[in-house]
């Protein structure tokens, strides 16, 4: 595998150390963060100290995860004095789509909060227990995690109830609002699933991507550990559709982001930034799409 866009250091959004270790939370903007979970982020929207209820979790990670995203909830959320550091559920989960990797303590965290899953209606089926996502492609572009790809969970989760759909209001980018996130709004991006949905703030042109666009070679094993900075299109191995992830490639670049936080990889922000983006996808056949 090669690289597709890289981007240099100087793009970085946050102070995360150079192989963003799993763990810590790390900081794109004041009231955006993410926390890398092996080998997807999930991000935490809201201000610190916001308290519960006012804030919202962007997917859920991989299984045995849940502690660490509890962890970020009460250390991040929880209102100060006697409150600091006890349990605080947020508003709802935002689903940019239903891989295993974003959906993996998703039933878990709904059940023990009690709150809505909101995703796009195409999505529906992998998170209401009725249809399973096709089967990778390990042939796709090479790398270790192709290759493994074909072991990798198709679902579905089953949310039941609790799912409710992202409404369009009509407006030309095909999105919508976001109930629990005033100013922000969904906009469908998808390609690598067919509901996937990405999430924009135009007050401060602030971009969570989801697996539309990421940000370090999904592929390879070396890069996933050391996560190397480019900017890159969906992860191949699950990406069915790829005249959509085009187009869906080229509505993001058309934003011009200030802030960037992907699925995968690390926040990424600026001009450096954004002429990657707009280089991805102006050249997408050629460099995102993989060959056959």
């Known amino acids: 595998m090669t690289s597709q866009i890289p981007v240099p250091e100087a793009a970085r959004a946050d102070e995360s150390p150079a192989d963003l270790t799993p763990g810590p939370v790390h900081e794109a903007l004041g ?3 993410y926390r890398r979970l092996g ?3 999930v991000a935490f ?4 100290g916001c308290g519960a209820g006012n ?6 990670g991989l299984p045995g995860t849940a502690d660490r995203i509890r962890e970020v909830a009460a250390e991040r959320f929880a209102a ?3 409150d600091a550091g006890a349990p605080c559920p947020p508003a709802a989960i935002l689903m940019t789509h239903g891989h295993f990797d974003h959906v993996g303590v998703l039933e878990e965290l709904a059940a023990e909060w009690d709150v809505p899953v909101l995703a796009h209606p195409a999505e529906a089926p992998f998170l209401t227990g009725r249809e399973s996502y096709p089967p990778p492609d390990p042939m796709a572009g090479g790398g270790l995690v192709n290759l493994s ?3 990798f969970p198709r679902g579905p989760v089953d949310v039941g109830d609790r799912l409710r759909t992202l409404e369009t209001d009509g407006a030309p980018d095909g999105g919508g609002p ?3 996130l005033p100013g922000w709004r969904w906009l469908p991006t998808p390609g690598h699933t067919p509901g996937h949905v990405s999430f924009w703030r135009p007050s401060d042109r602030t971009l969570l991507s989801g697996d539309a666009v990421i940000s370090t070679e999904q592929e390879s094993a070396y890069a996933v550990a050391t996560q190397r900075e480019e900017v890159h299109g969906p992860p191949m191995y699950f990406t069915p559709d790829w005249s959509a992830a085009a187009a869906s490639a080229r509505k993001l670049a058309a934003l011009e982001p200030e802030t960037l936080v992907t699925g995968h990889g690390r926040a990424l922000a600026g001009p450096a930034m954004r002429s990657a983006l707009r280089e ?4 997408f056949e050629e460099v995102a799409v993989p060959a056959g």
Request: aromatic residues 4%; hydrophobic residues 55%; charged residues 15%.
């Open 31 to 33: 009231d955006v963060a």
């Open 39 to 41: 080998i997807v982020n």
């Open 45 to 48: 929207v809201g201000a610190p």
């Open 55 to 60: 804030w919202v979790l962007l997917d859920a």
């Open 80 to 82: 100060g004095g006697t």
């Open 149 to 151: 790809s074909a072991l």
């Open 178 to 180: 976001v109930p629990p």
């Open 280 to 283: 991805l996808a102006d050249r």
